[in-house]
């Protein structure tokens, strides 16, 4: 009975020995996968820092129109603007037209009033507007052109 004792206690701790053994190396196996996935991520990272793509502006440049009368007579509004644009065909097809592009905004301009263009909700919708204007093609045939935002560089209501 002794010896059946003895080979139970060693077969118990070769048992522990052995669960320890798959327990490390699981934990290993863990460890490695979670550092290539950390890799990979930090890789994925860099990737998207490097593919970062530059902003592309139209800068036009200021002016001065004379605004429609109201009730304080005759204004002005000087302004500068930069449009942002998605590809380098439009900002070539904006500056190719500039004549063109500059006319069309100056005759929208010369349709507002003053107090259209004082408030923050007028910026803005003046510079949907000017979008809207610009999106009509410029020459034919034209591509669509990819204007994203308006940006008022200089903006002066006197």
Do not use: C
Not at 68 to 81: E, K, Q, V
Not at 104 to 112: A, D, E, P, V
Request: glycine share 6%; net charge negative.
């Amino acid at each position: 009975m002794a010896k059946s004792m003895g080979g139970s206690t060693k077969l118990l701790w070769l048992m522990v020995l052995l669960v320890l053994l798959s327990m490390a190396a699981a934990g290993a196996a863990i460890y490695m996968v979670m550092s290539e996935r950390d890799a990979s991520e930090g890789g994925n990272a860099q990737t998207q820092q490097l593919q970062r793509q530059t902003p592309i502006f139209v800068k036009i440049d200021p002016f001065t129109v004379n605004l429609a009368d109201d009730n304080f007579g005759s204004r002005l509004l000087y302004t500068g603007i930069s449009l942002k644009v998605g590809n380098n065909e439009t900002r070539e097809i904006l500056t190719e037209h500039m004549p063109q592009v500059r006319s069309r905004l100056l005759m929208l301009f010369s349709g507002k009033q003053a107090s259209e263009l004082t408030t923050p909700e007028g910026k803005r919708r003046l510079g949907d507007e000017v979008i809207a204007v610009l999106s009509d093609p410029l020459s034919q045939p034209q591509p669509s052109l990819d204007i994203r935002d308006v940006l008022f560089t200089e903006f002066i209501v006197q």
